[in-house]
T-cell receptor, first 112, second 116 residues
Framework: LAKTTQPISMDSYEGQEVNITCSHN???????ITWYQQFPSQGPRFIIQ???TKVTNEVASLFIPADRKSSTLSLPRVSLSDTAVYYC?????????????FGAGTRLAVHP | NAGVMQNPRHLVRRRGQEARLRCSPV?????VYWYRQLPEEGLKFMVY????????ESGMPKERFSAEFPKEGPSILRIQQVVRGDSAAYFC??????????????FGDGTRLSIL
């Protein structure tokens, strides 16, 4: 599975837009990009998944450039409750099973 | 994390005892995964099961650890003769299918195992 690199931590303030970038230089043709969110004492929660270009849902947007070697999770107007660890995962979710490989993630701290 | 139920949420055991962790997947899901998480680290895959079958146990230690997902009832992760190094949060996840592009895993809130 493709290795991912993302910042260890980020700080933001309420109401700001937060962009977390993930590098995955060795992404394969059939790999999807998925982001999970984890709050303390809880299991990870699926946020968004994409293959190319842009994906948007009610929670976030995911931007993927043409070469797919990186992706950016965008959280609009964060609140204190968005303080969590965000994981970027890359894997061949088509045809294979979901053997998710988690890195250390990005710890986002949102301040008042 | 509605849907995947894990119990107990916290489990304390003394060295040498057995720990049994239970996981009830989302209703209708037949694929279950177990992960272990140490403090300040990401989750590490342990085992993937379908009903009555272990599909991939490559992340599970060969000794003392076992997992099952019977036809009826929850999935069980069993750790025999626990040691201090087994202290961690154990998460269970389930999915509807084996892993197509639109089949994210749904996680429970974990069991925090503490070994005295």
């Amino acid at each position: 599975l493709a290795k991912t690199t993302q910042p260890i931590s980020m700080d933001s303030y309420e109401g700001q837009e937060v962009n977390i970038t993930c590098s995955h230089n060795n992404i394969a043709t059939n790999d999807y990009i998925t982001w999970y969110q984890q709050f303390p004492s809880q299991g990870p929660r699926f946020i968004i998944q994409g293959y190319k270009t842009k994906v948007t849902n009610e929670v976030a947007s995911l931007f993927i450039p043409a070469d797919r070697k990186s992706s950016t999770l965008s959280l609009p107007r964060v609140s204190l409750s968005d303080t969590a660890v965000y994981y970027c995962l890359v894997g061949p979710f088509s045809g294979g099973y979901n053997k998710l490989i988690f890195g250390a993630g990005t710890r986002l701290a949102v301040h008042p | 994390n509605a849907g995947v139920m894990q119990n107990p949420r916290h489990l304390v055991r003394r060295r040498g005892q057995e720990a049994r962790l239970r996981c009830s997947p989302v209703k209708g899901h037949s694929h279950v995964y177990w992960y272990r998480q140490l403090p300040e680290e990401g989750l590490k895959f342990m085992v993937y099961l379908q009903k009555e079958n272990i599909i991939d146990e490559s992340g599970m230690p060969k000794e003392r650890f076992s997992a099952e997902f019977p036809k009826e009832g929850p999935s069980i992760l069993r750790i025999q003769q626990v040691v201090r190094g087994d202290s961690a949060a154990y998460f269970c996840a389930s999915s509807l299918d084996r892993g197509g592009g639109n089949q994210p895993q749904h996680f429970g809130d974990g069991t925090r195992l503490s070994i005295l």
